[in-house]
């Protein structure tokens, strides 16, 4: 069983707590600048094993083409049948989304976010961009790149973060 999530990054700045001098107010870089880009995030919650990949936009269009790249990393011989938990995003159950064969998207109830494996990791994605500004997305996304190719490289990290036991022993 795995899970999936998306994410949004964009050029407004993730502000972190840091520490200062005291007395002396920190700088950080700030805009307020509504362009996003998207990242999708597959999960196994049992091993860590994982998957980001950063489409330029979600919707059913970019979301079959993701399901597909997932399926052939995730089984490249096509033999097994790959539970995918998703929430009800209007991609996710939208009815011309194209879903590989050997991929069942199991739903999770409405409004419970606390359930989906997938959700916690996302701050490691967003450490990577946090308490910095970049003027552009195409200046983002090598960095947001560079800390998703680690996370896929890393999933004994990945697998501490998703923190899902019910999700973890489903796999067992």
Not at 134 to 143: G, K, N, R, T, Y
Request: charged fraction near 25%; include cysteine.
């Amino acid at each position: 069983m795995w899970a999936e999530d998306e994410a949004r990054l964009g050029l407004k700045p993730i502000a972190r707590r840091i520490w200062a001098t005291r007395g002396r107010r920190p700088t950080a870089p700030g805009r307020v600048e509504y362009q996003w880009t998207y990242v999708y995030g597959f999960v196994h919650p049992a091993g860590g094993r994982n998957l980001e990949l950063i489409p330029p936009g979600v919707n059913a269009e970019w979301m079959g083409p993701a399901l597909a790249e997932f399926a052939r990393r995730a089984d490249p011989a096509g033999e097994e049948l790959l539970v995918l938990l998703v929430d009800n995003a209007g991609w996710h159950v939208a009815r011309r989304l194209a879903v590989p064969p050997n991929v069942v998207l199991w739903r999770l109830p409405p409004c419970t976010p606390e359930l989906q494996p997938a959700e916690p990791p996302w701050p490691l994605v967003r450490e990577a961009v946090a308490d910095r500004g970049f003027d552009s997305l195409a200046e983002m996304e090598p960095v947001l790149v560079d800390r998703c190719r680690w996370l896929i490289g890393h999933p004994e990290v990945v697998r501490g973060a998703c923190g899902s036991y019910w999700a973890a022993a489903l796999n067992s």
